[in-house]
């Protein structure tokens, strides 16, 4: 057990190493110069050099990256060019909110996805297993902005059920959550259909009816948590399109989350928080894989190492 | 009616019917099956696979698959009760409570994620009410009962840290938790090792006796049937073709499938007395092989196979070894059984033996050491050494026509041009009972039997020396099993091939082998010449697996009565 | 009611993160106008104009070559951690905004300084030019004559900072300002909101009007504005999105909702004078008059008025007569085979890819098309469209929107230098048209040069004329002058200019709720 | 023969066929059928005030926020969008297939190289990658398709493989082992085909959340540049208009919705059918 949980450390090392390494001369292949943008249009040319200067901006690619992995090993992430503070500050402010959004919305759409899925295997091949199927595609291919806004027209200002935008309170995070709930519920849907078509063949569940068990303890105690194998493994890799793919949502709801930051650190080329922000949410998939490693043999018993 | 106790019947079946729905319509999969259980019974369902023994217990349990099996006449009548005509709500109290069940596969039979306690209490709970610690009580009574040891420790187990017979006993401790009036138990032995088995059996026939559950036991070992039934109901192609005591069945059948059914048996010591299997083709009838050739087809000498070894960040992991030193040799035309009991390696040295798997030792095919061959160096000794696995069905790419799938080593050798290939598929089904136009048929349309068909083609179409046959006749019927054996017999005699054949069916290898080499725990415990090793086995082991056989003659019940 | 009311504070909403507060390095529109409500300067802009007026200075005086500035400061102003304002920090702020360390973008307005090059040049810790006889009085020396300068003075680069404050909190001092302006910062919850309470020993009389404003990021301005119409904000700060302009605009409350008023902004197409064929000074004219203004205002719901000179209608120097180049295909055509192109070329057009530019250029594409030229769109990111403008030979055609913003400080010469002047031409530099005119260059700085308030006038008829002139080889294409559109709530009260001030976007200091 | 008989028999399948048919159809003839020219920004096309003008007579679907005709734009754009869609998302799928099955395959280090490398990519975030790499390579419709290929086969590779490791443990690959069979075979012949279901799963749909993908690259200026029309972008260009000029989302949103859901009737039934295993059945 603890030999796993170290060799998946050290290759969450490797894997960060190498998103750090290659973002950096990613980022710094880029035409934009982000000396000049900070300098503005007023600037001499002697400002923008100076600033250049202090950024350390003319130094060689790999002195730059060397200093980078020294401070990063102190956990230093460095400062933000446009707001001058530590990224690790602006980081760990909207960490929180991040982490909570995407708590919340993996539950909402395993939920829905559970579900629906559940409810299609149940009914496979008839009408319903058709609709939700449909429905898990339209989810699947909305607009994020437009579901996102809809529900808040809908929800928010029309009916006056939840606030409109904010952080802090149970009935901030219902929207948010639901749209991403609702738009990610599609793909666990799917999922869990053919996982729940495969269970209900098993034997055992064929036993549990023998048992006299109901119908309903038949699939909530018996299918379900079998079913929940493959979907745990999905949850690790979703952390990954978490990570990234809030922005749209969170803007919309005024969600002070991680994803707005990169949005606006992408436009401004702020390298020292697209490097932060990339490497956090690498930290978080990683993190986010070991733990559905770590999740699945308390599930599964048959994984559990002794 | 007699008011007599005895023979009043505690389930009676009466002309059900069933219907398979598929897009061609409905077929008929039961047809008018009527029987009656009497208190205390065990009434045995035989038949050859897809007969409808599952379908049969499935309907009394109503549990069968709603949307393509359904009930179209006739009645299952629990005393006075008309099962058939039950809500959903009330039959619900009849599974588990009157009627248990116990399955085929006690390795999915269970559920993987639930700890054994939780599914022992599950029907206690629900059928007798009452509080966890009653309930608990009567779950640890129950793993007494079926003589599984540390029961309180049993119930916070998962099934997978359980051995195979014991999961199978905590099935029959679930299904008789109860006190159910009836018991079916569909092929409850069947994926067990012999030795298990017999365990297993004793086990229900003492309970039977404890707890007077009237029992229908599916299966399609004969010995089982001799060993356990009182009465015997015989069925093929959906109906029910006889029924009667075992010992009519068995020594007086009047049906000529009942009859083709008993001769198929292979009885253990049928052979006593004999140096080599029986002659089936003419030729060799009049002529029995001599011994042709020295040359060994296959030598092994010290092979050792490590699974799970590892280099890692903490040092190489040990692994487990397998296979540790075993030592043979295989001469052409000739067959040697390798036996033993699941789990002892037997499958593994039939892999190492073809280079299928990394190995240490001495390994020649031909005289050819096969450690370090490319894959490419390798292919001429494929050509003369070829397999045939235990189940027929995993072994066929079921993306591909079987047509392709035979002559795919001829294409794979660059051996003749399309056409050639086409006769020489053609001429292979033929040689194996099958018609040529089955060809473009797909693995799935085809019986378990004729699948293995297939794969013995399959392996002939290089015309190898010698065919490694892994429990290659495990998963057929006997009928069907006894007629592939006799087509291996027959090869062997025409094409003078050579078999390792694997196995842990004692009878079998008895029929099948020239020697016999005894696996247990990785070792060869004994090894000889069939007649030595079953007419007298030195190693307590051979001599319990021997024991351990069901003889098809319900008139020689042992297995209860040895310890 | 037009009255004030007392203790109200309001919500101001804006989608990108307040970048710093730091007065020596935030450059943005969002953070400019709460810089200047938290800071005060020597000089300073009379609510809702570009007039000069003394501010922290109580007076001052300019000797008649024009070097020499003397400032006396206003007495017992404080700092909002209680200490006096002296003449030292002054000093200290406007050194520590030239200083290379500081990073900041505004180190180049104090070009004329005396000192200014040792201290830029990182040869000098101060700027000689600058002196402080005693607490209250500062005297700038400069090395040559600025008629800028006094605006200078009022740009936020030069408001005043405290040094020990700065010293203490280093980079972070952006995060936790300290200033001696009407309003101080009272909490920054990152990402979230920041919160501005009134100074109350702010020395100008009844400024602020309001006790405090809340200003939260995040806002997507779509949702904003929906807030806004049910009151819960009071200033959408990014305005009113192109997709809910006219329903707003049309809609009942317009007149309460809606502040619609120029800014000193002007959207132009650079044309890239030393790229092929647009070197050719009749193929730049020919472009220029290729494009219909009217339809692009049109396509912008008319939230722009067309434009023919770089300058903007309120910018002194404006010359309303100037007639530019008249929308004449036929015209352009002509001048384009004159150049030899007689069947057009092929180009490339970078603008922002964030709305309405790329649509813009859209616009302008068809429009170029109509003559023949072929213009490709490359609609990137703003970063990227700044690093193609900056190096040579590489952007053909760059439209200005989204990139370009409003002035410093409302005076000509700061529509010239970065951007049209010979030293804007440079690797890095902003002048996307690589346009440099020695002849206009010297015509500039003498202008500049004008630093006497009687030749106001003058030096603004000057500067007029450099920017006509420099149309006849039409570098870029103004196309048209950017209103400014914010959206308030019902109750905000006062003019409009407080809500699109000249010198500094939303004046916090004079807007107020009314009763 | 017997593919397009079964397929046939399936009403589903072949209504997601014609739609697929049409969209191609439409797609191709964009240039025939279209009322207008697909860049033109018509005098008519927006009100006096510059909104654009809702579904009429002249306008079937309406035109956008520069007056052009979405009826044009959505033929027009269909070509991008099945581009991106099906070329785009395809070789995502082809190489997630390729790296994953070679990987399981292997096994061993070099396999172990290979997933430790589909590791690092999927801890890196997609958008990032696509950003950067489309803003280093200028901008176009290609070039986009690549970028958005690199970035998606990640995820296929990592299903793949641990479908793959499975199958490579079935007996039938064992029996082609012993049966002398090269690798090449095995993984082509015999890997390959078991593993189509999972590649038509993830190539249609996979064809919605990519036709998006590429607008969201658009939308931050490194997708496929204007006036070059495909739905995605036409969607993201409009979406905030979606209470003031509904068509310009509902329109396009339909497009891709109809077309994704049409390619994927079409996958399942083609996996049905492909499967032998399931002939006969429904
Ligand atoms: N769900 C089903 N749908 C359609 N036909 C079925 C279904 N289950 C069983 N059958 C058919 O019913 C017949 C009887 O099957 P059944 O499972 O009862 O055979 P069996 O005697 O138990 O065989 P085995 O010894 O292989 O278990 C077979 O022909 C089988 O194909
Ligand atoms: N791929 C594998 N990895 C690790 N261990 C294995 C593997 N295959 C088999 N083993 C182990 O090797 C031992 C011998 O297995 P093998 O399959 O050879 O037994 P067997 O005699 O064929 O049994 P059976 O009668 O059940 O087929 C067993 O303990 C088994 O658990
Ligand atoms: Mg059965
Ligand atoms: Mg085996």
């Excluded at chain 2, 247990?520 to 051979?542: C, K, L, M, Q, W």
């Excluded at chain 3, 409003?406 to 005076?411: G, R, T, Y």
Aim: with cysteine.
């Amino acid at each position: 057990m603890i030999e796993l949980i170290l060799r998946r450390l050290g290759g969450a090392l490797m894997i960060l190493f190498g998103v750090a390494a290659i973002t950096f001369m990613l980022l710094y292949a880029l035409p934009a110069d982000p000396a000049v943008q900070l300098a503005g249009r007023s600037a001499t040319a002697q400002t923008v050099a100076n600033i250049r200067h202090e950024l350390g901006l003319d130094q060689p690619l790999l002195l730059q990256f060397v200093h980078y992995l020294g401070n990063l090993v102190q956990g230093d992430l460095g400062r933000s060019y446009t707001q001058k503070t530590e990224v690790m500050t602006l980081i760990l402010a909207r960490l929180p909110a991040t982490l909570i959004l995407m708590v919340s919305g993996i539950l909402v759409e395993v939920a829905i996805g559970l579900t629906l899925g559940t409810i299609a295997a149940l009914n496979r091949g008839g009408f319903v297993d058709r609709l939700v199927m449909t429905v898990s595609f339209i989810g699947v291919s909305a607009p994020q902005f437009v579901v996102a806004l809809l529900l808040l027209y809908v929800f928010a200002a029309t009916l006056q059920w939840f606030p409109m935008s904010g952080f802090g309170t149970f009935s901030h995070v219902v929207l948010p959550a639901l749209t991403l709930g609702v738009l990610g519920a599609g793909w666990y849907a799917r999922m869990v259909r053919s996982a729940m078509i495969d269970v209900l063949n098993q034997d055992y569940v064929r036993t549990a009816r023998a048992k006299g068990v109901a119908e309903r303890a038949v699939i909530l105690r018996h299918a379900v948590p079998n079913a929940l194998l493959p979907i745990v493994a999905m949850i690790g890799i979703d952390i990954g399109q978490f990570m990234g793919g809030v922005v749209v949502v969170e803007a919309v709801y005024g969600w002070p989350g991680i994803g707005q930051l990169a949005w606006q650190a992408i436009q401004q080329v702020d390298i020292p928080i697209i490097m932060g922000v990339t490497l956090i949410s690498s930290l978080a998939i990683v993190i986010g894989n070991l733990i559905a490693d770590l999740v699945a043999p308390l599930i599964d018993p048959r994984i559990r190492p002794r | 009616m007699s008011g007599d106790i005895r023979t009043a019947p505690v389930l009676s079946v009466d002309g059900l019917t069933v219907d398979a729905l598929t897009d061609r319509g409905a077929k008929r999969v039961l047809d008018a099956v009527s029987f009656c259980l009497a208190a205390g019974e065990t009434l045995c369902l035989a038949g050859e696979s897809g007969s409808g023994k599952s379908v049969t217990s499935l309907s009394v349990m109503r549990l069968l698959p709603r949307a393509s099996l359904r009930i179209v006449s006739g009645s299952i009548k629990l005393g006075d009760r008309d099962l058939t005509g039950l809500g959903e709500r009330a039959m619900r109290e009849v599974r588990g409570r009157d009627v248990a069940m116990i399955f085929q596969e006690p390795m999915t039979s269970l559920n993987p994620v639930m700890t054994i306690g939780k599914q022992l209490l599950e029907p206690i709970l629900i059928h007798q009410g009452g509080n966890e610690a009653s309930a608990r009580a009567q779950a640890l009574r129950m793993l007494d009962a079926v003589q599984i040891t540390e029961p309180a420790r049993r119930l916070r187990q998962y099934p997978h840290e359980l051995s195979g017979g014991m999961r199978q006993r905590v099935m029959i401790a679930m299904a008789l938790s109860c006190r159910p009036k009836v018991l079916i138990a569909d092929e409850p032995t069947t994926a067990l090792d012999v030795t298990v088995q017999a365990q297993i059996l004793k086990l229900m026939r003492e309970l039977k006796g404890e707890f007077g559950t009237s029992t229908i036991l599916i299966t399609h070992d004969m010995g089982v049937v001799a060993e356990m039934a009182d009465r015997v109901a015989v069925m093929k192609d959906g109906r029910l073709v006889e029924i009667g005591s075992a010992v009519d069945i068995f020594e007086r059948p009047t049906e000529t499938y009942t009859r083709e059914l008993i001769a198929a048996v292979p009885r253990i010591g049928a052979r006593t007395g004999t140096d080599g299997p029986p002659a089936v083709t003419a030729e060799a009838k009049a002529a029995p092989l001599a011994e042709k050739s020295l040359e060994p087809v296959l030598a092994v000498q010290n092979l050792k196979v490590t699974y799970g070894a590892r280099a890692s960040l903490f040092g190489r992991k040990a692994g487990q070894l397998a296979v540790d030193g075993v030592s043979f040799e295989l001469r052409a035309g000739r067959t040697l059984g390798l036996v033993g009991e699941s789990g002892s390696g037997k499958s593994t040295t039939g892999k190492a033996v073809l280079g299928l798997i990394p190995y240490e030792g001495y390994v020649a095919i031909d005289g050819e050491e096969l450690m370090d061959l490319s894959v490419r160096a390798m292919r001429p000794v494929r050509r003369l050494a070829q397999m045939i696995f235990q189940d027929p069905y995993a072994s066929l790419d079921s993306r591909m026509t079987i047509g392709a799938a035979i002559a795919e080593p001829m294409l794979i050798h660059g051996i003749g041009d399309r056409t050639d290939r086409a006769d020489r598929v053609a001429e292979l089904l033929r040689r194996v009972g099958l018609t040529p136009d089955v060809a473009s048929r797909y693995p799935h349309e085809f019986s378990g039997g004729q699948r293995q068909r297939i794969c013995i083609a399959r392996a002939l179409s290089l015309k190898p020396k010698l065919i490694v046959a892994d429990e290659s006749v495990a998963a057929l019927d006997v009928s069907v099993r006894a007629k592939v054996l006799d087509l291996m017999l027959e090869l062997q005699e025409t094409e003078g091939l050579a078999y390792l054949f694997i196995s842990h069916d004692m009878a079998v290898i008895e029929r099948m082998s020239h020697d016999v080499a005894v696996m247990n725990g990785g070792r060869i415990v004994e090894y000889g010449s069939r007649r030595a090793v079953f007419e007298n086995p030195e190693e307590d082991y051979t001599r319990r697996l021997i024991a351990a056989v069901p003889i098809p003659d319900p008139s020689q019940r042992h297995l209860a009565m040895t310890g | 009611d037009e009255t004030p009311v007392k203790g109200a504070t309001i919500v101001v909403t804006y989608k990108d993160d307040i970048a710093t507060l730091d007065p020596a390095i935030g450059y943005d529109w969002q953070n400019w106008s709460m810089i200047k409500s938290l800071f005060s300067r020597l000089m300073e802009y009379t609510p809702g104009t570009a007039d000069l007026v003394p501010s922290l200075a109580e007076s001052f005086e300019v000797t008649p070559d024009g070097l020499t500035y003397t400032f006396k400061l206003r007495k017992g102003v404080k700092f909002s951690n209680g200490r006096d304002v002296v003449a030292s920090d002054v000093k200290y702020s406007i050194e520590r905004a030239v200083n290379p360390k500081t990073q900041g973008p505004g180190a180049g307005f104090f070009g004329a300084i005396a000192g200014f090059d040792d201290l830029s040049g990182g040869k000098a810790e101060g700027l000689s030019g600058i002196e402080t006889p005693d607490d209250s009085t500062v005297v700038f020396k400069l090395s040559r004559p600025d008629a800028t300068f006094l605006h200078v003075l009022a740009i936020n680069f030069a408001s005043i900072v405290p040094k020990e404050v700065v010293e203490a909190e280093g980079q972070d001092f952006g995060k936790k300002p300290v200033g001696s302006g009407a309003f101080i910062l009272k909490d920054w919850v990152i990402g979230q909101k920041l919160v501005f309470e009134k100074n109350p020993n702010f020395y100008v009389a009844d400024t602020p009007k309001i006790d405090g404003f809340t200003v939260e990021v995040g806002q997507e301005p779509l949702v904003a504005l929906l807030r806004l119409q049910q009151g819960e904000v009071d200033i959408a700060g990014d305005g009113i999105p192109p997709s809910k302009f006219l329903e707003i605009k049309n809609g009942p409350d317009a007149a309460d909702i809606i502040v619609d008023g120029e800014q000193l902004q002007t959207g132009y197409v650079a044309l890239n004078t030393r790229v092929k064929p647009l070197d050719n000074v009749k193929v730049r004219q020919a472009l220029n008059m290729a494009v219909n203004k009217e339809r692009i205002t049109r396509i912008v719901n008319g939230r722009a008025t067309p434009a023919n000179q770089p300058l903007p209608p309120l910018m002194p120097g404006y010359d309303k007569d100037f007639k530019g180049y008249a929308y004449d295909i036929e015209k352009a055509k002509a001048l384009l085979a004159e150049a030899g192109f007689p069947d057009g070329f092929e180009t490339a057009l970078y603008a922002s890819s964030t709305d309405p530019n790329p649509r813009i250029a859209q616009a302008l594409q068809q429009d170029f098309a109509a003559i023949g030229v072929k213009a490709e769109i490359k609609a990137l990111a703003n970063a990227n469209v700044i690093a193609a403008g900056g190096t040579e030979g590489e952007a053909p055609m760059i439209w200005s929107g989204g990139m370009a913003w409003i002035a410093d400080f409302p005076d000509p010469s700061n529509f010239y230098g970065p951007i049209l002047g010979c030293a804007g031409a440079t690797q890095g530099g902003w002048n996307w048209a690589w346009y440099c005119n020695k002849d206009l260059d010297a015509r500039a700085i003498a202008a500049d040069s004008m630093s006497d308030p009687a030749k106001k006038d003058e030096r603004a008829k000057l500067w007029g004329s450099v920017f006509t002139d420099l149309m006849a080889d039409a570098p870029w294409i103004p196309v048209f002058n950017e209103r400014r559109v914010v959206a308030k709530s019902k109750r905000m009260g006062g003019p409009g200019n407080i809500y699109i001030d000249p010198t500094r976007v939303i004046n916090y200091d004079a807007i107020y709720v009314k009763q | 023969m017997r593919i397009a008989r079964e397929f046939l028999r399936r009403p589903t399948a072949v209504f997601g066929l014609i739609v697929v048919l049409l969209v191609v159809i439409g797609a191709l003839a964009a240039p025939l059928i279209a009322p207008y020219a697909p860049d033109e920004q018509l005098f008519d096309g927006l009100t006096l005030e510059g909104a654009p003008i809702g579904p009429d007579a002249a306008f079937l679907l309406g035109t956008d926020t520069l007056g052009r005709d979405l009826l044009t734009r959505l033929l027009f754009g269909a070509r991008t969008s099945l581009i991106i869609g099906v070329v785009a998302n395809g070789t995502a799928v082809a190489i997630g297939l390729g790296v994953g099955m070679l990987a399981g395959y292997l096994r061993g280090p070099a396999g172990n190289a290979l997933m430790r490398f589909t590791d690092l990519m999927m801890a890196f975030p997609a958008l990032l990658l696509a950003i950067v790499l489309a803003a280093l390579f200028h901008p176009s419709l290609w070039i986009v398709a690549m970028v958005i290929a690199m970035v998606n086969w990640v995820q296929v590779a990592r299903i793949v493989y641990t479908e793959t490791r499975g199958l490579v443990e079935r007996d039938f690959i064992l029996a082609e082992r012993s049966l002398g069979a090269g690798h090449g075979r095995i993984v082509f012949r015999h890997v390959l085909p078991h593993l189509m279901p999972t590649a038509i799963v993830w190539g249609t749909l996979g064809i919605a959340t990519t036709v998006l993908l590429e607008a969201t690259l658009s939308f931050l200026g490194v997708g496929v540049q204007p006036p070059e029309p495909s739905w995605g972008n036409i969607i993201f260009e409009s979406q905030s208009f979606f209470t003031s000029a509904p068509w310009l989302v509902i329109f396009p949103g339909i497009a891709i919705l109809l077309t994704a859901l049409s390619f994927n009737l079409v996958g399942d039934a083609l996996r049905d059918i492909l499967d032998p295993t399931q002939r006969g059945r429904m």
